[in-house]
């Protein structure tokens, strides 16, 4: 039984649908939810399916207490699902090729430093794009520079708004990601 931890710092719709997906798998276990963010609504999410939760600051991450922590709770992989710290070096070199994130855009397009969030879909729209997508992605130093596991795109039109096309990606995010996570373990 392999030993997932979710990283998240807001909403956690994904960790959701992670949550979800492997409640009952033989595969794998969700065995940590961990947020920077002591009010994200991804720690209640957790609470409703039983998955214990962690909470610290970037002060504490960059010591090394989250690093600690998912040695602790013996983690075999580590999902990024709308974390918003950067993760330090030390913690990635813990988990070389087990630590994946999602991006909400298709990469190497709209990725790099200050495209998070609705940062990323106002950039998609502004540039007029007829389409865009996710990409799951391995963690290494260098960010949104890992090697892209898997893609996949969704048709934009003119009239949709930032938030329609985020609603476009959520949906997109919701049908993969727990999927390509289990391909991966
Ligand atoms: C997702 O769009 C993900 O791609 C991005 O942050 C968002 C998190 O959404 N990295 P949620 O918290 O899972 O709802």
Redesign the pocket.
Known sequence: MKRIAIL??????????IMEHFQNSTKAQIALVASNKADA??LQRAEKFKVPTFTFTKKEMDAGVLLEKLQKEQINWVV?????LKIPEELIRAFPDHMV????ALLPKYGGKGM??HH?HEAVKAAGEKETG?TIHLVNENYDEGKIIFQASTPLSPEDSPEDI?QK??AL?HRHFPEVIESLL
């Open positions: 998240a710092s807001g909403s956690g719709s994904n960790a959701e649908k609504f991804v990024l699902a709308g974390f918003l994130n999602i991006h909400p998070y969030g990323v996710i985020a990606v959520h995010e």
